[in-house]
């Protein structure tokens, strides 16, 4: 069974397109999967009849000579905020525990388009405000790795269940790391794609200027197929307008030999726990064997960027969430509430100023870019905390578990950048480390070759966590 | 620097009810936030506008994939 749950997208694609593979019986398989992995809670809802519907009508579709592409039969779970018709869409709260959507999110109805089936919807930070996914009304999703560590989040559910073999494929979002900060905790890859690649129509927003949607998956070359499906212009989400949509595949094996990398180097490297610090270090080695040429070099105003970010960040989602928090307090969990109650107290002129200094940031991240091909550091500078655990240590001191998480991550988000984790080795207890590749802006074919090349040189994408 | 009774009526004002005990907790953690926002004021953006459209930077001013 093993070979089946483990199977990449691209593996299992060409299997179901030869028809050594049927849809249905991949399907069954991945729902016992599910069933046997209960106990890590990476799901909300298990949408096992409309998939079996789906998959039965991909079989037929397949037989009759109707082959739609590489997501044709194949399930793939949502996190659960984005909407599907028909499904239930909680957003990981009690609030809208019961919400039906009438219609799909633009990146659900696109891969229902491609043929994927819809496995079911992952569980989440609650509202996706905050990194941990320890839900309060839905329960933890616990890391496969170890589980008594959270999976991170927001997106916390998506990379538990792609890391334990429940599903190749989920799709999630980022507005302060939320994709990438799982990935590297459960050890598999994420990807944030440029700001406005991929429509944010139809999933709740948490920041309409930090929002991203993506996919994480065991393999770069997945990841590279999944966005193909998703990524593309959408009148409902102007911020997707005006692109070109590249072959993100196509440019997976280019040379790379040459291309200035920037290695950031400021006091992100003081504050990285040696047990990360040493498989950054040996990336980098692998990085330079494949022709990469690094240097260090420091993100533009980084401590600024990241007040500048909280700030847009708290105000954002104190105005999505006015019209629930002054009724409806009761109903969130104690943490998310907090965070949506600090939103509340910031001032027009405060998140004006947030706004105005991402501009300048803005433009002094687009002149650093113009220079170098991409950027590398690790996701996150510890490895995943205990569920519960509210500090951990950098720098030897103790440090706010969710400021060390979203430390390396966020500023991709403030300036909209590419960013994709992949699994770059393991820490402290045996858990997994993640390597960030950062690249220009809709240059996710490079960021993909790179995180693509680095990831063939090395073994850690064929690591599993231990059976649960 | 924000009191927890300025917190009480700024709160009142929005039309939330927050037990005194959360504004307490609340009042350090703003005044941290306050205060790294002040700092804001220096960096050069007197003749900035807002970044309300979100615009990542572009310097190839490409919408397709860049080099290599």
């Known amino acids: 069974m093993n070979d089946l749950v483990y199977a990449s997208l691209a593996e299992l694609s060409a299997r179901v397109r030869t028809r050594d593979l049927s849809p249905v019986a991949l399907l069954d398989g991945l729902l016992e999967r599910i069933e046997r992995c209960r106990a890590l809670n990476p799901f909300i809802t298990v949408a096992a009849g409309v998939a079996r519907a789906q998959a039965t009508q991909a079989e037929r579709e397949i037989a009759a000579g109707r082959y739609r592409g590489p997501l044709h039969g194949i399930p793939v779970s949502l996190k659960d905020l984005i909407d599907t018709k028909g499904i239930r869409t909680t957003c990981g709260s009690r609030i809208l525990a019961d919400r039906v959507p009438a219609a799909d999110a633009t990146v659900a109805a696109r891969l229902r388009a491609a043929g994927a089936i819809l496995l079911g919807k992952n569980n989440l930070h609650e509202f996706a405000f905050g990194v941990t996914?320890?839900?309060?009304?839905?329960?933890?999703?616990?890391?496969?790795?170890?589980?008594?560590?959270?999976?991170?989040?927001?997106?916390?559910?998506?990379?538990?269940?792609?890391?334990?073999?429940?599903?190749?494929?989920?799709?999630?979002?980022?507005?302060?790391?939320?994709?990438?900060?799982?990935?590297?905790?459960?050890?598999?890859?994420?990807?944030?794609?440029?700001?406005?690649?991929?429509?944010?129509?139809?999933?709740?927003?948490?920041?309409?200027?930090?929002?991203?949607?993506?996919?994480?998956?065991?393999?770069?070359?997945?990841?590279?197929?999944?966005?193909?499906?998703?990524?593309?212009?959408?009148?409902?989400?102007?911020?997707?307008?005006g692109q070109a949509v590249p072959e993100f595949t196509a440019g997976l094996r280019k040379p790379l030999a040459g291309l200035r990398v920037g290695v950031v180097a400021d006091e992100f490297h003081g504050e990285m726990a040696p047990d990360v610090r040493a498989p950054f270090r040996a990336a980098l080695e692998v990085l330079a064997t494949l022709g990469l040429a690094l240097e260090d070099v420091e993100f533009p105003r980084a401590i600024e960027a990241r007040t500048a970010a909280a700030t847009v960040l708290f105000a954002e989602a104190a105005s999505v969430h006015e019209r629930w928090l002054p009724d409806r307090a009761g109903e969130y969990g104690a943490d998310t509430l907090a965070l949506l109650r600090e939103g509340a107290f910031l001032t027009a002129a405060q998140y004006l100023r947030a706004q105005r200094v991402r501009a300048l940031i803005l433009r002094e991240a687009g002149a650093l870019m113009e220079r170098l091909t991409a950027l590398v550091l690790p996701t996150i500078p510890v490895v995943a905390p205990e569920i519960g655990q509210s500090t951990v240590m950098l720098g030897g001191r103790p440090t706010d578990a969710r400021a060390a998480l979203t430390r390396f991550v966020r500023h991709f988000n403030f300036v909209g950048l590419p960013a994709i984790s992949v699994p770059c080795g393991f820490g402290a207890d045996g858990l997994p480390v993640g390597l960030q590749i950062v690249g220009r802006s809709n240059d996710e074919p490079t960021v993909l070759a790179i995180a693509h090349a680095y990831e063939q040189a090395t073994p850690w994408h064929t690591r599993r966590p231990p059976e649960p | 620097m924000a009191t927890v009774d300025d917190l009480a009526r700024i709160a009142h004002l929005a039309g939330l009810s927050i037990p005194r005990s959360d504004l307490e907790r609340i009042a350090p953690i703003l005044e941290a936030l306050y205060a790294d926002l002040d700092r804001l004021r220096k960096l050069p953006i007197a003749e900035l506008e807002p970044a309300f459209t979100p615009q990542p930077p572009d310097p190839a001013g490409s919408a397709g994939g860049g080099a290599p």
Do not use: M
């Open chain 1, 133 to 241: 996914t320890t839900n309060p009304h839905f329960g933890p999703t616990r890391n496969p790795w170890r589980p008594d560590r959270i999976p991170g989040g927001s997106s916390g559910g998506s990379a538990a269940a792609v890391a334990v073999g429940c599903g190749p494929v989920s799709i999630g979002t980022d507005t302060g790391g939320s994709i990438r900060i799982p990935a590297a905790l459960c050890g598999v890859v994420g990807l944030k794609p440029t700001y406005g690649r991929v429509s944010r129509h139809g999933v709740l927003p948490l920041s309409w200027t930090l929002d991203h949607v993506g996919p994480l998956t065991r393999t770069v070359e997945d990841a590279a197929l999944v966005l193909q499906a998703i990524a593309g212009p959408d009148p409902r989400d102007p911020s997707t307008l």
